[in-house]
Structures are given as C-alpha cells and as structure tokens.
C-alpha cells in the first residue's frame, strides 16, 4: 500500500515555488524583451507591464521609486533591456520579473529621452521662429544663471567685458547638474521674470561648461524649456561645447555654442561700433564739406556780379528808366491833346458850313405861319345814323 501523498496549502505551494526560483535563477537578470500593456497607476506611480517576444510573455512590475530614475518614456512596443529579479507574487498566484532599472535597446537611455522631448515639444511649437524674442542690440544689464564656482561664469564675464565694457552683470547662482538642477533653473527664470521693475534686465545668458550628457542633463528636462518658453526678457542658452545640443538651445531666443561665445550673441563688439562711428564721422563731415562747397558756388557768382561790385549802377539804371519813361509820357500826353484839338477844330469847321443862323431863321419863319386858333370839328357823315 503506496503512503498517502502529502498535502500542501496554496500558501505553501506558492512558498515551494518561490524557494525553487530562487534556489535555481540567478540574482539577478538581465531581460531583453519588447514592452507590452505599458500602465502607471496614477497615484502610487508604480508601473505595470509585460516584456515580450515572439514566444512568450513575462509579467513585470516596477516600483515608483526605482522608476524615477527613468529618463525616457516607456512605450507600447519599444525594445527594452530590464535589469532585476523574477520571484513570486503570492496574492496572484504567479511568477514575475521585478525590474529596478530599464534601458532602451540599441540606443541610450538619455539619447532616446533627448529625442522624446524634442519631438514632444515641437510638436507642441515651442521651437518656432515665431515665439523667439529679439536680443537687443546694445545689452547693459545682463543676467547670468550658471554656478557660481564653475568655470562658466568666469568665461562669460571676460569675454563680455572685452567686447562691451558698459555691460553690467548680475550672477544668479544655481545649480547646474544633479538632482533637483532642472527645478531650481527653472523656479530662478520665473522669479527673474516676476520682478521686471526692479532688476531692470534686458537679458538673461543661461549655461554652463562642458560635460558628459548625464551632466548637462538638466538643460534637457522638460521643466527648463517651459520656464525659458514662458520667459519675458529673452534667453540666450551657452550650454557646453560646440557639438552639445541641448532642449533649452532648441526653445531658447539664442543660442551659443559655448560659455565664452555667448558674449557674440549677447553684446556687440565695442571695437567695431567705434570703428562704424568714426566712418558715419567721417562720411558726416565730407558731407557737410560738399553742402558748404556746394553752397560757395552760388554765393561766389552772387558776388561777383555787378551790384555788389558798383551797387549804385542799379539805381542809377532805374532812375534813367524812370526818367525815360516820363518822357515818354509827356510825350503821349502832348500827341493825345493835339490830336484831340485837331479833332474839336474840324467839328467846328463843320458846323460853320451849315450856317447854323441861316437854318434858325428859316425854321423861324415856318413856326410864324403855323395857324394859332384850335382846330375846327367836322360834322359827323351821315351814312354812319342807324
């Protein structure tokens, strides 16, 4: 007769389970596998998914805290490297791969994160011409956000000052790296940009020196590029080495390529300005030369005509005109009275033709024989009775 076989709970089942995984997997796993029913719960930030491949699926879970050291997002299908241990969740019943660190497959974590906020954000047009303010031409007040024991502001200082003495900086120190950088950038931008009156900026010079892209990783958090987006006075970013590109060079008004460089952008050169004035100097003077030389030449012809060089000869030609002109009146006046005596002398020669006295006597003796007496009435005919 076969003993009977021994009985077990479901706890210690689950148990005998556990201990066989243990006992037989090693410490700790590296998983490549593809994402699947990606899920973060909304309050504890723990995340929920699978990691997959062509013949299987392996439950996976990921605390909130070993989480927050993700750069990237996590998304449906994307290739994954998982680092952490499998064991047995007991409520469930089921095995599972606990992961306390993921890496993107074939491409860096931080690259790929670089990426995601790029084309987050200019999907978003934080990257458009359009938003970018004007830097202005003759900076004074300068703000410059950077450590105040790196490198930085060392280069951006003495590169300023040698192109544009009158600028004046104001440092407002922050960290550039590390944790808790990204925020407190952005939170000193914000508060630069609540009190305009009073710290009286034109701009602002956001950087700091070169690094490894773990260092210069604030300048790429998401926190950074809104509070420069958002900025009134505008940004110029110096994040770096020529070959670094940072999100904050992207959304910024202007970029440059380093520390030291961003003196070209930010200030002109005072060199070339006192260069350009002395030739507007030079132009202005040779200028007025011609208006006063171009002005001489009428003024010498005015000069040398003939009333400032005998003044009296003018008058003198205007009395003779006057002189003249009387004669010649006097001399219409003379013809126009003889003309008009001419003329009353033949009317008089005319009328004595006519014999005027002759004409009244005859017309005289004409009235004397008119009839005195009223008129006579004729009696009425008599063919006109009825």
């Known amino acids: 007769m076969r003993d009977p076989l021994k009985q077990y709970s479901v706890s210690q089942v689950t148990n005998l389970v556990k201990a066989a995984i243990n006992a037989r997997l090693p410490a700790r796993l590296v998983v490549r596998g593809e994402i699947g029913d990606w899920k973060q719960h909304h309050s504890s930030g723990h995340c929920y998914f699978t990691l997959k491949d062509k013949g299987s699926v392996l439950p996976a879970v990921m605390w909130a805290g070993k989480f927050k050291s993700v750069r990237f997002e996590p998304e449906e299908g994307m290739e994954v490297l998982a680092t952490g241990i499998v064991d047995v969740y007991p409520v469930g019943g089921k095995y599972q791969f606990y992961a306390d660190k993921l890496e993107p497959q074939g491409v860096g974590p931080l690259q790929l994160a670089f990426e ?3 084309a987050k954000l200019q999907a978003e047009g934080l990257f458009e011409d359009e938003h970018k303010k004007p830097i202005p031409s003759f900076a004074e007040r300068i703000g410059v956000l950077t450590s105040e024991s790196g490198a930085a502001i060392h280069d951006i200082s003495e590169s300023i000052f040698s192109r544009w003495p009158p600028a004046r900086l ?12 990204a925020l407190a950038i952005a939170d000193t931008i914000d508060r630069i940009n609540r009190a305009p009156q009073r710290l009286g900026l034109d701009l602002l010079i956001v950087g700091r020196g070169g690094g490894s892209l773990e260092d210069l990783w604030a300048f790429n958090e998401e926190v950074v590029a809104r509070a420069i987006y958002a900025s009134s006075l505008p940004i110029i970013t110096a994040v770096g080495h020529e070959v670094d590109t940072t999100v904050a060079d992207l959304v910024a008004d202007a970029r440059a390529s380093t520390p030291t460089k961003a003196a070209v952008v930010a200030v002109p050169d005072g060199e070339d300005i006192a260069e350009r004035l002395r030739h507007y100097r030079s132009r202005l003077v040779g200028s007025l030369h011609s208006r006063v030389q171009l002005g001489h030449s009428p003024l010498h012809t005015i000069r040398a005509s003939e009333v400032f060089k005998k003044p009296g ?5 205007r009395q003779q005109q006057l002189d003249e002109l009387m004669a010649a009146l006097r001399e219409s006046l003379r013809d126009l009275a003889t003309y008009h005596h001419e003329q009353l002398n033949r009317y008089v020669e005319s009328i004595q033709r006519l014999e005027p006295y002759r004409l009244l006597g005859a017309r005289r003796l004409e009235l004397d024989r008119l009839p005195t007496g009223p008129p006579t009435a004729s009696p009425p005919s008599s063919s006109g009775a009825r």
């Open 313 to 317: 000869t003018v008058v003198w030609h």
């Open 116 to 118: 995601q906020m790029v």
């Open 170 to 181: 104001f440092l407002f120190p922050v960290p550039v790296q590390g944790q808790g950088a």
